[in-house]
């Protein structure tokens, strides 16, 4: 079975994120980038899936400029077979990314598709389902466990109420929750395999799709400070400085 992984190149989750000056997004430039974290739990998983003989080969994807080439090549340190990379220097929105990931998947023939859940930089959590949806597929999101057993995929999902667990027929789409795995580091050896395997570069206008946006970002602005709090007394003097400022 043929498994294709999205991978998301984002601003690391450590650094503090910086608004442009002019407020038309945030700052990039000389910022640490790394693969989304929720897509580096759905390479993980894959890996595991192919380590138990249940696949038989990992495509990792990216939508992104040239630099998005070292997640790919992180990936494939990982235990990812081969990658591609979708260059392009637009940000794209999430259907568009789920119409270039579904012309992927049908060249590729993937039987099983695995991606974050959402994106630490939008949040949008919707590439997943949207993908699902163009392709006609049967989806499990917000996926906490995976067995896979012939053509059925057994999910447990993470929801609002606590766990739910349902099964879908493969081919599929599973986005992956935090607490699926823990994804591995590569070793120096697997690194320097890395480097000889194939990594194909695909430019965005070859491949057809029309990305033609939905909507525009008119400006990018930084949440409001917090101002600081105050300490009182007692639960009295809090009662009457709630009540004076009419929150009460």
């Known amino acids: 079975m043929k498994v294709l992984v999205a991978a998301k190149q984002v601003i690391d989750y450590k650094v503090k994120i910086r608004v442009a000056a002019d407020s038309s997004g945030v700052i990039t430039d000389g910022v640490k980038l790394s693969m989304n974290p929720f897509d580096e739990i759905a390479l993980e998983e894959a ?14 994807v990216s939508i992104g400029p040239v630099s998005a080439q070292e997640i790919l090549r ?9 990658a591609i990379l979708i260059q392009t220097d637009k940000i794209l929105e999430p259907l568009n990314i789920a119409k270039i990931l579904q ?4 060249m590729e023939e993937a039987c099983l598709v695995l991606l974050g859940k959402q994106a630490i930089d939008d949040d949008c959590n919707q590439t997943g389902q949207m993908l699902a949806g163009l392709l006609n597929w049967p989806q499990a999101t917000f996926a906490s466990k995976i067995l896979i057993d012939k053509k059925i995929a057994e999910v447990t999902r993470e929801v609002d109420l606590g766990l739910e667990k349902i099964r879908v027929h493969l081919p599929a789409v599973i986005t992956s929750d935090l607490r699926l795995n823990h994804p591995r580091y590569p070793t120096l050896p697997n690194i320097m395999k890395a480097k000889q395997k194939p990594l194909q570069i695909i430019n965005l206008a070859e491949s057809g799709v029309d990305i033609s946006p939905h909507h525009q970002v008119q400006q990018v602005t930084s949440p409001p400070q917090r101002t600081a709090g105050i300490q009182v007394e007692s639960l009295q003097v809090l009662m009457k400085t709630l009540e004076d400022k009419g929150l009460l």
């Not at 012309?103 to 049908?106: E, G, N, R």
């Open 103 to 106: 012309k992927i998947v049908l």
């Open 74 to 82: 992180q990936g494939l340190a990982l235990g990812a077979d081969r």
């Open 47 to 60: 890996i595991r899936l192919k380590e138990k003989n249940i696949v038989t080969e990992i495509i990792l």
